[in-house]
């Protein structure tokens, strides 16, 4: 079946452009997270939606980034004003978590989108 | 301070030979621990999940254990192959919410 897909796969853009990566889950997970990763560093958090609860924006490194999700499926992390040090590999995962369900979980990661800001 | 802490960094063996991944975490109160292999320019993938009643769980050739009175996982490749070169993660989540924390991850290179 359909794994988690994420666009673009790959994105350069001039320091100062917005940008919209999107992230469509495995269909039917009601948990989505989003992660970015820099080079030779490990997964950062950044944003948790799960169902219609509040998101869990507490890992968003400034008030340039920004997650919505639209029907509780896919989701699109906008990073406005970018600067360089953005540049990095931006993961989605979703889960068929529940509010303090099963504590086995799995989360399924898309491909990421690789960003690169000049 | 990162609270996952994965050693070696990087390690290379060559094809056949087993090897051992540690992880070390402070997460406290703790939930599940989880390994997680990560391909070249991919997203990564779940390998084994253990919550803090678990000692060890297997995957094929994949073996973890767990040691939380210790508060330490190793992550076990027998008889290695080429595509077990990947960058493996150490994931810990703690009781509060869904956010989970990672480590920096451990570099393996398989030779032939």
């Known amino acids: 079946g359909a794994g988690v897909s994420q666009s673009p796969s790959n994105k350069v853009t001039e320091k100062g452009k917005d940008v919209e990566l999107r992230c469509d889950p495995i269909?039917?997970?009601?948990?989505l997270y989003w992660y970015r990763q820099s080079l030779g560093q490990g997964l950062e958090f950044l944003i948790y939606?799960?169902?219609?609860?509040?998101?869990?924006k507490s890992g968003l490194p400034s008030d340039r980034f920004s997650a919505e999700r639209t029907g509780g499926s896919v989701s699109t992390l906008t990073i406005q004003r970018t600067q360089q040090e953005d540049s990095a590999v931006y993961l989605c995962?979703?889960?068929?978590?529940?509010?303090?369900?099963?504590?086995?979980?799995?989360?399924?990661f898309g491909p990421g989108t690789r960003l690169l800001v000049l | 301070k990162n609270q996952v802490e994965q050693s070696p960094q990087s390690l290379i063996i060559l094809e056949g030979k087993n090897c051992t991944l540690q992880?070390?975490?402070?997460?406290?109160?703790?939930?599940?621990l989880r390994w997680y292999k990560q391909d070249t320019g991919r997203g990564p993938v779940s390998l084994t999940i253990?919550?803090?009643?678990?000692n060890t769980k297997s995957n094929g050739r994949y073996t973890a254990t767990l040691d939380a009175d210790t508060k330490q996982s190793s992550l076990h490749i027998t008889a290695s192959q080429l595509s077990d070169s990947a960058s493996y993660i150490c994931?810990?989540?703690?009781?509060?919410?869904?956010?989970?924390?990672f480590g920096q991850g451990t570099e393996l290179s398989v030779k032939p």
């Open positions: 995962a979703s889960s068929s978590q529940t509010s303090g369900g099963p504590l086995q979980e799995t989360q399924y």
């Open positions: 992880c070390n975490y402070t997460v406290s109160p703790f939930s599940n």
């Open positions: 939606f799960q169902g219609n609860s509040a998101p869990d």
């Open positions: 994931v810990v989540r703690g009781n509060q919410g869904g956010k989970l924390i």
């Open positions: 253990m919550t803090f009643s678990e």
């Open positions: 269909s039917g997970h009601t948990a």
